[in-house]
Structures are given as structure tokens and as C-alpha cells.
């Protein structure tokens, strides 16, 4: 089984071009929502979490993301060591997770490979790339946070031309007809590869 990583910047469009694959019939974990229950669920993830950034990280029993996505996005080593709480946990139930799959290949939709410098668990990367202000304006609708958070999030993420050398496959993701044909292609690639 081929394991493949999917990333790309905020508002790139990732779980859109994750769902064109699950609609292919490819198992696709996605880490974000994974990486929400495992907070909530994992006494020795929430323990953490509360050391590290304290009981306000909690509203009862549910993550308080407001509080989380301020205290973290102003402050790179909180961000960093929250992610060292994470990311392992995350990674630990991916991979149980994978082996539970009967499929030529499966995907992790993940935002930080690169900064992870987590490149190394994959057998090929696909990179979801979009322009900056598309991004944004993505973001912005669907989720009403403002443009300086945004762009602070950006910040935080390496840049497209940093990953797109580093990355096997490339997706850019601005027109959808376009987009579920280059989907298709890196699939039958990867399926061809396996066989």
C-alpha cells in the first residue's frame, strides 16, 4: 500500500480535491477533524493541551478554538509545541488507521507536511496550490475569520514555491472541471504504480 500525503496552504483547496478522490473510492483521512476528536477524546492529548496553554484551551469538555487560535498564531513556540502534543497522536492513529484499509493507496490530508518536516512518512506527496487572494476570499466565506488572521496563518505555512520542488505531484486548484481531471490522472498514476 502506497501512503500518500495531501497538503497545501490555508484555503487551497485540499478537502475539495480530497473529496474528487474519496468519490474515486480512495480511503482519505483527514487530520484536522481527526486531530479535533483526538483532543477531546485522548485524556493524555487533553492533559497536555491543558498544561501547555491552560484550562481556558476547554469550554467543559469541548475545545475552545477561538481561545487556542489566538494564543497560538501570535506565538510560534506555543504553536510549535502544541503541535509536538499533536502531531504524534495524530500520526500513531493514522497509521492504524491505514492498515485497517484494503486499498492500492490511501491518503493523509494534511496541512504541514513540509513544516513538520513529516515528508519522510509519505511514498508520494500531492501539493494543492492556489492564488493567494483566491485563498483568501475562500476563507473568508466560509468561515468569517478576518483577512489579517488569514494572512497570519499564511504566514505561518511555508510558501507554495518553497513545497511544489518537493512535492510529487501538483494540483493547482482554480478552475473545478480542471481540477477533478488532474485528480484523476495523479489516481491512475498511483494505481499504476502499485500494481
Not at 478537502?15 to 483526538?38: C, H, M, R
Not at 494572512?151 to 493547482?172: G, T, V, W
Request: hydrophobic share 40%; net charge positive; proline share 3%.
Amino acid at each position: 500500500m502506497i501512503i500518500v500525503g495531501l497538503t497545501g496552504g490555508i484555503g487551497s483547496g485540499k478537502t475539495t480535491v480530497a473529496q474528487f478522490f474519496i468519490e474515486l473510492g480512495v480511503p482519505v483521512y483527514n487530520s484536522d477533524v481527526e486531530a479535533q476528536k483526538l483532543m477531546k477524546s485522548s485524556k493524555r492529548v487533553k492533559n497536555a493541551i491543558i498544561e501547555l496553554l491552560g484550562e481556558k484551551a476547554y469550554n467543559s469538555k469541548e475545545l475552545n478554538k477561538n481561545y487556542i487560535a489566538e494564543k497560538i498564531f501570535e506565538n510560534k513556540i506555543l504553536l510549535q509545541q502544541l503541535n509536538a502534543i499533536v502531531h504524534p497522536a495524530v500520526r500513531k492513529h493514522f497509521l492504524e488507521w491505514a492498515k485497517q484499509q484494503n486499498s492500492p493507496y490511501v491518503i493523509q490530508e494534511t496541512a504541514l507536511i513540509f513544516e513538520n518536516s513529516a515528508q519522510d512518512f509519505y511514498d508520494k506527496i500531492i501539493l494543492v496550490t492556489a492564488p493567494e487572494l483566491d485563498r483568501i476570499n475562500r476563507v473568508i466565506k466560509r468561515s468569517g475569520i478576518s483577512k489579517k488572521a488569514i494572512i497570519d496563518r499564511i504566514k505561518n505555512q511555508l510558501s507554495d514555491s518553497k513545497k511544489a520542488p518537493l512535492s510529487d505531484y501538483l494540483i493547482e486548484n482554480t478552475d473545478l472541471t480542471k481540477t477533478k481531471e488532474k485528480v484523476s490522472k495523479v489516481h491512475n498514476t498511483l494505481v499504476k504504480n502499485w500494481s
